[in-house]
């Protein structure tokens, strides 16, 4: 019984909410009426509540949409990714102790995890021979050979990677001159 008489005290709330909606619109009707620059200013506000609205509407798609495709991207990464896993797995439960085989297998799970970051337009770097580039290399020991060109990488101690002009990680260099 007390259900039905909140359900029915927030009706007679919501009637008297929309009575007094009305009535006032009813009595900014009647002074736009009388006055053109009134009627001008509600139908300004009116517009002003629309657009805020949309506005609102659009800051919340626009978030949706923008979590929705960094998980559409994840999960087009972790699928490359899955059939790396999925070989690791089978090597990992292999009892036996084949050495070469046991090479061939990781050389060939490599691949494939390289042809994987491929597909995701990941690129690597870093070659001994290239010119040093401070935006792409880290270099973290430097060598004087008379030999060898300026700004030339001898070693790499570590590859780098970039997707497009993004640098993923800087390769770890050493470099002469």
Known sequence: MSK???KNAEKAEEKKAEEEVNTTDEAAEEKAEENPLEK??????????????EYANFRKRSEKE???????????????????VDNLERALSNEQEDYEGLKKGVQ?????????LEKLGVTVYGESGDSFDPTYHNAVMHVEDENL?????????????????????????????
């Open 4 to 6: 039905k008489t909140n």
């Open 40 to 53: 001008e200013l509600a139908d300004t506000k009116e517009q002003l509540l629309r657009l805020t609205a």
């Open 66 to 84: 923008k979590s929705e495709s960094f998980t559409f991207a994840t999960a087009k990464a972790v699928g490359e990714i899955l059939s790396v």
């Open 108 to 116: 060939m799970t490599f691949d494939g995890l390289m042809a994987s």
């Open 149 to 177: 060109g300026e700004n030339v990488i001898t070693d790499v101690f570590q590859k780098g990677y970039r997707i497009n002009d993004k640098v993923i990680r800087p390769a770890m260099v050493k470099t002469a001159n």
